[in-house]
């Protein structure tokens, strides 16, 4: 059962442009939302993290929206670089240790 | 301070043969966690131990999968009589505490001929 929905698959944005990649979950007892990117070749490494009780969060060029009610959030990449190509995941867990349900990824490609 | 080192980074088994995949966590890290991905999907978690404890092993296949992780010495991953199936990139992650960030190695990529 896939709990943690992911789209697009792929998104192609050109240099200077936004990203913008959607996820949406069904269990409301998920209190933690981290999002992953993961080079070819590589490991995923955490970006940036969210909690239900705060509708958005920002680091630098990273930003989470996040809607509680809907059971969506998305990753918005302002001014995209060529080295933001990867592939991003999100992913949503229960409190406690790091067993992550992760959603099945999207391949951003920023062409210049 | 070396990150989660994993290895071998590939390995080629026949099928019937045993896989054992190895992961060292960070330094001062205790908990270790093993996730495997398969092609076009995302990583799905299999099993979380402590120093000689396993605390989760829900995402672990019921048959041949087994995890351990000693009191000295790296966690170790065992596949017994590998199937075409098992092919998947296994990813070990370590965080320092319960609830604190999660880092993973660069995986093991399992092919089976």
């Known amino acids: 059962q896939q709990q943690v929905k992911q789209s697009p698959q792929s998104l192609i944005v050109q240099k200077g442009g936004i990203s913008i990649i959607n996820c949406a979950y069904e269990?409301?007892?998920?209190?933690?939302f981290p999002w992953y990117q993961q080079f070819p070749g590589k490991g995923p490494a955490l970006l940036i993290a969210?909690?239900?009780?705060?509708s958005e969060k920002k680091e630098g060029r990273f930003t989470i929206s996040f809607n509680k009610s809907a059971k969506q959030f998305s990753l918005h990449i302002m001014d995209s670089q060529p080295g933001d190509s990867a592939t991003y995941f999100c992913?949503?867990?229960?409190?406690?240790?790091?067993?992550?349900?992760f959603g099945t990824g999207t391949k951003l490609q920023v062409i210049p | 301070n070396a990150g989660v080192m994993q290895n071998p980074r590939h390995l080629v088994r026949r099928r019937g043969q045993e896989a054992r995949l190895r992961c060292s966590p960070m330094?001062?890290?205790?908990?270790v966690y093993w996730y495997r991905q398969l092609p076009e999907e995302g990583l799905k978690f299999m099993v979380y131990l402590q120093k000689e404890n396993i605390i989760d092993e829900s995402g672990m296949p019921k048959e041949r999968f087994s995890a351990e992780f000693p009191k000295e010495g790296p966690s170790i991953l065992r596949i017994q009589q590998v199937v075409r199936g098992d092919s998947a990139a296994y990813f070990c992650?370590?965080?320092?505490?319960?609830?604190?960030?999660?880092?993973f190695g660069s995986g093991t990529q399992l092919s089976v001929l």
């Open positions: 992650a370590s965080s320092r505490g319960l609830e604190e960030k999660l880092f």
């Open positions: 992913a949503a867990k229960i409190g406690g240790y790091q067993k992550v349900t």
């Open positions: 269990n409301t007892a998920f209190d933690y």
């Open positions: 969210i909690r239900p009780d705060v």
């Open positions: 330094k001062g890290h205790s908990h």
